[in-house]
């Protein structure tokens, strides 16, 4: 999806003009995929710009960089700070938001601790990232025969740059394939993830989804619709799903910052059928949440 430029982008700690965002050809990250990063949104509601979870996705950013034994120069108060402030200087009342921590110039080879960690946050407009048919009437998904990442391969929980070289991968085998979005397994054959999304099944009125040792990412749009899910009374488990299961789910769905609540329509050629109750009922909940209209989710809201 092309990118709308706006006047604006933060770069250790200054706004800079969009079209002087730049990093040398020689970025350490560039060469090998050393940036963490996060996806964002924004939302317009009734009290203005809100941004969904922010703080929880700033934090999940420092837990990447621990992961990779990178320290980020700045708070998690200062990063949600500059979030707002950049939003409000590009005057936007929805968008994505992208920050990145990477290592900077001034260090090649694969010891990067004399790189220098530099910090970038972008925000543009941007829509539905499955596309609003898919949205409404779900999406056709296809097993991969790429393999998710395992745990001791690289660190699956954390949103690290390089690893998305396996979701790219995925992505494209799907389109290739004439399908919209790839699921990949895991090491041991089960169910793990969209190459950016996370994924829900229902049989017989119970929810299920992978847990976090199928090498997924613990989303928090993810977590966002367990929570909202067990509020409205389904029962929610986090299991071990074979690709035989989903083949037989009464419904699915992705959910993801960017696929926001996606449905799955078809697998693999199996037909699943158009968005179920379940997940209308659940895709209702959450636009009605991001837009400020459900108070008892007013806290993760961050208004700008």
Same mark, same amino acid.
């Given at each position: 999806m092309p990118i709308k430029?706006?006047?604006? &982008?933060?770069?250790?700690? /200054?706004?800079?003009?969009? /079209?002087?965002?730049?990093? %040398?050809?020689? $970025? %350490?990250?560039?060469h090998y995929g050393s940036g963490v990063f996060e996806g964002i949104r924004c939302y317009k509601t009734d009290r203005g710009p809100a941004v969904f979870r922010l703080r929880e996705h700033m934090k999940r950013l420092e837990n990447s960089a621990k992961i990779y034994m990178k320290e980020i120069p700045y708070s998690v108060d200062e990063l949600c700070k500059a979030t707002k402030d950049l939003i409000k200087a590009n005057k936007l009342d929805a968008c994505y938001i992208r920050p990145i921590a990477y290592r900077g110039y001034g260090e090649m080879g694969l010891n990067p601790t004399n790189a220098p960690v530099d910090v970038t946050i972008a925000v543009w407009p941007w829509g539905t990232y499955l596309g609003e048919d898919g949205l409404k009437n779900g999406i056709r998904a296809k097993i991969s025969s790429f393999q998710r990442i395992s745990p001791n391969i690289l660190p699956s929980g954390a949103k690290a740059s390089g690893q998305y070289i396996n979701s790219i991968l995925a992505k494209l085998e799907a389109l290739d $394939? @004439?399908?919209?979005?790839? &699921?990949?397994?895991?090491?041991r054959g089960f169910v793990s993830e969209g190459p950016g999304e996370n994924l829900f099944m229902v049989k017989d009125g119970i929810i299920y989804t992978p847990p976090e040792h199928a090498s997924i990412l613990a989303g928090i749009t993810r977590d966002a619709v367990m929570k909202m899910a067990r509020d409205m009374g389904y029962e929610v488990k986090e299991i071990d799903i074979t690709r035989g299961m989903l083949y037989l789910?009464?419904?699915a769905w992705f959910t993801g910052t960017a696929a926001?609540? $996606?449905?799955?329509?078809? &697998?693999? @050629?199996? /037909?699943i059928g158009k968005p179920g109750p379940i997940t209308k009922k659940l895709q209702e909940k959450f636009f009605d949440t991001v837009k400020g209209k459900v108070k008892e989710y007013e806290d993760w809201l961050d208004y700008v």
């Open positions: 430029e706006v006047d604006k &982008i933060w770069m250790n700690g /200054k706004l800079v003009d969009w /079209k002087d965002a730049k990093i %040398h050809v020689l $970025t %350490h990250a560039l $394939t @004439g399908y919209d979005e790839a &699921i990949l397994l895991d090491s789910a009464d419904e926001e609540l $996606t449905p799955i329509r078809e &697998i693999d @050629g199996r /037909k």
